[in-house]
């Protein structure tokens, strides 16, 4: 037991020491260098204390861990995280979290930390100085000097006061009203989100009394909030939802689909179709061929033509989902032919 244990403990070492050497390496820095920084890092994230696994026992966090073990052996003046917690449970996030305040406020390199992240409340918790971004194009939105004294507590009033000052600054730009989201807009672009992603936000919805805050959304289904925002924003297309600021509500019509049978959703779906300009355009020249059919290709060209900035082939996906969902077309992958199918 003895030798097994021992094995046990220089294995995992070795597998978390090969990992921070992989970086030193290449600085042609001196083996004893190596080590020292090796395991100064380890120490300062913690990993010291749970030498007594296997590898294949690391959990989430300490895989964590040993990633940012990585970067700070390098000894780095900044510090760049892109979503380091979203990867592991709500506890192993929290102590994640405390572990990063700790080695920040702890006077030595890093000496600034740049997160992404679309958890708001992590945001706050952590972040000093907030950069909401915009896309397409991205750009920097705004920028929130947050001001909160450390420790944060998450109950406090001026916390959830900021956080809910972040979701109106969010969602002014990404889920606008409906008015404000098609003045002057000719050609409707659609959002990344399968048909079955739109009925299931409908449903959602209808259980919940029509509806609920977009961010409960997201944390409730346990979903990343740009995928959320996406099948809201379609059903918004779709006129199934109306978004008043952060809140979703079913529209009337979201109400029928939500209400209907699987043929007279399908139905509704279609007529709701029918109304956006890249579909109208498919069905007019579907019209005019034999058998009421057009190619796949004919489908990307007049995506592209319409939406020249976008990417046509994740679009093209869309099209296909709602038009499959829609009994509006019918797509034969094999011979790329899409065929225009009976009301």
Do not use: C
Not at 37 to 58: F, H, K
Not at 128 to 136: C, E, N
Not at 303 to 321: G, H, K
Request: charged share 25%; glycine share 6%; aromatic share 6%.
């Amino acid at each position: 037991m003895r030798v097994l244990a021992g094995f046990r403990v220089a294995a995992l070492r070795a597998v978390v020491e090969s990992e921070l050497e992989s970086v030193l390496r290449p600085l042609g820095l001196a083996a004893a260098e190596i080590e020292r920084r090796s395991t100064q890092a380890i120490a300062r994230v913690g990993l010291a204390a749970a030498q007594d696994a296997y590898p294949r026992e690391l959990s989430g966090g300490m895989k964590q861990r040993v990633g940012i073990a990585r970067a700070l052996s390098l000894d780095p003046e900044m510090l760049f995280m892109d979503e380091p917690f979203s990867q592991v449970d709500a506890l192993t996030a929290e102590a994640l979290r405390a572990d990063v305040l700790d080695i920040w406020t702890a006077g030595e390199n890093p000496s600034s930390i740049v997160m992404v992240s679309h958890d708001i409340k992590e945001v706050v918790a952590m972040a000093d100085r907030i950069v909401v971004l915009a896309a397409k194009p991205g750009r920097v939105r705004t920028i929130v000097e947050n001001e909160l004294p450390r420790p944060r507590n998450y109950r406090s009033t001026d916390f959830l006061q900021l956080v809910d000052a972040l979701h109106d600054i969010i969602t002014g730009a990404e889920m606008p009203d409906r008015h404000a989201l098609h003045v002057g807009v000719t050609i409707e672009l659609l959002p990344p989100a399968r048909a079955s992603d739109v009925v299931g936000l409908v449903d959602y919805l209808h259980a919940r009394g029509g509806r609920e805050d977009v961010f409960h959304i997201a944390s409730d289904t346990h979903r990343e909030y740009g995928d959320v925002i996406a099948a809201v924003n379609a059903a918004e297309l779709l006129d199934l939802v109306d978004t008043p600021r952060r809140t979703v509500m079913l529209h009337n019509a979201g109400l029928e689909f939500a209400r209907a049978s699987a043929r007279d959703r399908a139905t509704i779906w279609r007529k709701q179709l029918e109304r956006l300009v890249l579909f109208k355009q498919v069905i007019e020249a579907a019209r005019k061929q034999p058998g009421q059919r057009v190619h796949a290709d004919f489908v990307r060209e007049t995506i592209a033509m319409l939406m020249p900035d976008e990417d046509y082939e994740r679009i093209f996906e869309v099209f296909v989902s709602w038009s499959r969902y829609g009994a509006l077309f019918g797509y034969d992958e094999a011979t790329q032919q899409f065929t225009l199918q009976p009301a």
